[in-house]
């Protein structure tokens, strides 16, 4: 056609499969979304997650996360205003499963050492994931600390002070 042309396209309930059709409907965009909400019922808030998945021309953006707040409302029953803030979407639980792997462990990791399987429960992934991040990273982000001598127990993990050192620094 040889103009911008915005699609918007539904995921079926396995989204892991991506969107309804052929591969093309990602495939031929410059640039692809995923928007997922979180709402409590009864709730007069939404939490959104915006992901970029797919990109054929540059890198992919970070997630990004927006509150919407629906205040007051009119003779029709609808809010008079809705309030957008930013939200962080490591602390919204539905949303925080489409953040990669890598940003959910150094957010958890933030609050201590833990060993793989307590980041396996914490964060929803298999430890074989959790192992498979934290080994890829090690020495840049992340810290293998092993058990003691002649014990038998599981490592622990942390940031690694690589990481700490680069962030007092920003």
Do not use: C
Not at 4 to 32: C, F, I, Q, W
């Amino acid at each position: 056609l040889g103009v911008t042309s915005l699609t918007v396209h539904h995921l079926p309930k396995d989204a892991e499969r991506g969107p309804y059709g052929s591969v093309y409907v990602v495939n031929m965009a410059r640039s692809a979304w995923e928007v997922k909400r979180s709402q409590e019922a009864g709730d007069k808030a939404i939490d959104v997650g915006i992901y970029h998945r797919y990109a054929n021309n540059g890198r992919l953006s970070p997630p990004l996360g927006l509150h919407l707040a629906f205040e007051g409302e009119d003779a029709d029953g609808d809010p008079d205003t809705v309030t957008v803030t930013k939200q962080d979407l490591l602390r919204v639980p539905h949303l925080a499963k489409g953040v990669n792997i890598r940003t959910r462990l150094k957010d958890s990791l933030s609050h201590g050492r833990r060993t793989v399987k307590d980041l396996s429960g914490d964060l929803g992934e298999s430890e074989n994931s959790i192992y498979q991040t934290l080994r890829r990273h090690r020495g840049t982000t992340f810290r293998e600390f092993s058990p003691e001598t002649g014990r038998s127990d599981p490592s622990w993990w942390g940031l690694s002070s690589f990481l700490e050192a680069t962030e007092e620094q920003s």
